[in-house]
Nanobody, 124 residues
Framework: QIELMESGGGSVQAGGSLRLSCAVSGVTFNFHCMAWFRQALGQDREGVAGLDGGGTPTYADSVKGRFTISKDNAKNILYLQMNSLKPEDTAIYYC??????????????????WGQGTQVTVSS
C-alpha cells in the first residue's frame, strides 16, 4: 500500500523557517511527479511547489524566492524548505505524488496519492 507521510509542521513567528518532509513508502520506485499543496481554512487547496519528471521545480508566485522544493531519491523523501514565512502561509500542507501528473505538476486533480497533511501556523 502506497503511503505518503508528512512531518515538520508547527508554529513559528513571521520571518521564521520550517522544513517539511514527505516520506513515501509502499513502493520500490521513485515517483516522477511530486508536489506540495496547501489548504487554508475556508479556501481551496492550492499548489505551492512541484517537481516534474526531470526534477525541474515549479513554484507558486506567492512563495517564489522563499520556498525550495527538493527530493532525496535514495530515501524517497520530498522536502519543502520554507523561509521568511508570513502569516498568509498558514495552512495545512499536503504532499502529493503520481507517476502521470506531469506536466500538470501544480494541479490538484492530477494526483492520486496524498499524505494526511501537516499544519503550519505563522503568527505575526
Amino acid at each position: 500500500q502506497i503511503e505518503l507521510m508528512e512531518s515538520g509542521g508547527g508554529s513559528v513567528q513571521a520571518g521564521g523557517s520550517l522544513r517539511l518532509s514527505c516520506a513515501v513508502s509502499g513502493v520500490t520506485f521513485n515517483f516522477h511527479c511530486m508536489a506540495w499543496f496547501r489548504q487554508a481554512l475556508g479556501q481551496d487547496r492550492e499548489g505551492v511547489a512541484g517537481l516534474d519528471g526531470g526534477g525541474t521545480p515549479t513554484y507558486a508566485d506567492s512563495v517564489k524566492g522563499r520556498f525550495t522544493i527538493s527530493k532525496d531519491n535514495a530515501k524517497n523523501i520530498l522536502y519543502l524548505q520554507m523561509n521568511s514565512l508570513k502569516p498568509e502561509d498558514t495552512a495545512i500542507y499536503y504532499c502529493a505524488a503520481d507517476p502521470f501528473a506531469c506536466p500538470l505538476v501544480m494541479v490538484v486533480d492530477a494526483y492520486n496519492y496524498w499524505g494526511q497533511g501537516t499544519q503550519v501556523t505563522v503568527s505575526s
